[in-house]
């Protein structure tokens, strides 16, 4: 069994910064790539971004491009999220997961694996 675990949310002013983490642990599952969604209040979940785990090759959405870096830590099974210049728009509850594929690993269906999400609150 994988378990996922993320840290590293909380609230921010507009204009800050919050990096989050997420460290993979447990079952035979080995995994292509890792991403982060995010599930505004009222909304659907959308795809923020990824990372190939042997190539190291990163994947945005347009919304956070400039603004948010993913890295990847191949030793400790773990991968960050760098968020910068935070917007309220960013308020969602983020969600690490392990992806199947390495190529353009976006579709959340392509992820059987996933954390239980930890709250970020940007305020105006």
């Known amino acids: 069994q994988v378990q996922l675990v993320e840290i590293g949310g909380g609230l921010v002013q507009a204009g800050g910064s919050l990096r989050l983490s997420c460290a993979a642990s447990?079952?035979?599952?080995?995994?292509?790539?890792m991403g982060w969604f995010r599930q505004p209040p009222g909304k659907e979940r959308e795809f923020v971004a990824a990372?190939?785990?042997?190539?190291?090759?990163?994947y945005y959405t347009d919304s956070v491009k400039g603004r948010f870096t993913i890295s990847r830590d191949n030793a400790k099974n773990t991968v960050h999220l760098q968020m910068n210049t935070l917007e309220p728009e960013d308020t969602a509850l983020y969600y690490c997961?392990?992806?199947?594929?390495?190529?353009?690993?976006?579709?959340?269906?392509?992820?059987?694996?996933w954390g239980q999400g930890t709250q970020v609150t940007v305020s105006s």
């Open positions: 447990g079952g035979t599952f080995s995994s292509r790539a």
């Open positions: 997961a392990v992806s199947k594929i390495g190529g353009r690993p976006i579709d959340p269906d392509d992820y059987p694996y």
């Open positions: 990372v190939s785990w042997t190539s190291g090759r990163t």
